[in-house]
Nanobody
């Protein structure tokens, strides 16, 4: 079965950095684009970044452009989100996502808290 397992979240001070990882299994990883979403308390889930099957195309939400970098390692079935210059407004639960055929798969999420 499809599994997406995020890791790497935590508490960081403003201006700090974190690297999130999402380990995928149960499907042909290199066949599908991958995404990172986030959801802050009381807000809707939003798309943060997306990456094409082989990493040639990436896209970012305006709020994270220039600070976050999405990448993938198809040999390790893993997608990453490098987050630099973190701001308090980046505080959220971060989710890995894949759409396989017409079904959306989500990980359990990893919490990122940016606070001094």
């Amino acid at each position: 079965q499809v599994q997406l397992v995020e890791s790497g979240g935590g508490l960081v001070q403003p201006g700090g950095a974190l690297r999130l990882s999402c380990a995928a299994s149960g499907f042909s990883f290199s066949t599908y684009p991958m995404n990172w979403y986030r959801q802050a308390p009381g807000k809707e889930r939003e798309l943060v970044a997306g990456i094409s099957r082989f990493g040639g195309t990436v896209d970012y939400a305006d709020s994270v452009k220039g600070r976050f970098t999405i990448s993938r390692d198809n040999a390790k079935n893993t997608v990453y989100l490098q987050m630099n210059s973190l701001k308090p407004e980046d505080t959220a639960m971060y989710y890995c996502h894949a759409r396989i055929y017409t079904y959306d798969y989500w990980g359990q999420g990893t919490q990122v808290t940016v606070s001094s």
